[in-house]
């Protein structure tokens, strides 16, 4: 083996060794940027979440609030037909 077949095989090699930092720099970027939209879903789900406990916590206490006024209006209808 010559010279100038080691030096062509070196260059194969940085070529190939040049190729994969490249693929390695984009994959590390997309990999940020997935990590980021993973994030901003994350806490896209808590806000979704919280507001959905808020509307429960508000739809009780209208459930609550129609079931007493129902039972007052029973407890009238009653005391009317009663007397």
């Not at 129609?66 to 407890?75: A, F, P, W």
Request: aromatic share 4%.
């Amino acid at each position: 083996m010559d010279i100038d077949d080691v030096m062509l095989q070196f260059d194969e090699i940085e070529q190939k060794v040049g190729k994969l930092v490249d693929q390695y720099k984009t994959l590390e970027a997309k990999n940020a940027e997935l990590a980021e939209k993973v994030e901003t879903l994350e806490e896209e789900l808590r806000t979704k979440a919280e507001t959905e406990n808020t509307f429960s916590e508000q739809k009780a206490l209208i459930r609550s609030k129609i079931d007493g006024l129902l039972s007052k209006l029973n407890e009238l209808s009653a005391n009317s037909s009663g007397r």
